[in-house]
């Protein structure tokens, strides 16, 4: 495995980090996708961009969130 292939490989896995510690791991593709395309939008250095970073600083202090989230319909298949 050339160096860059183990590169994009540690950030997929770091990133799929992300999705469990946010309790979304049994969320379904499409709305994880939409909500990140929605995330993406919003602009550095606005009072959202700080507000939304200053949620994720608390969460990486926090174990993470195990029950999911309440908001979204869990499936155990990927579509």
Known sequence: MTA??????REKFLLGGLVVK???SKADRAFLLGGLIELASVAPGTAEH???RDIGEEAFKAPALDGGSPHIAETAEWH
Not at 4 to 9: F, G, S, T
Request: glycine share 8%.
């Open 50 to 52: 700080r507000r939304l």
């Open 4 to 9: 860059d292939r183990k590169n994009e490989a």
């Open 22 to 24: 946010a309790g979304l």
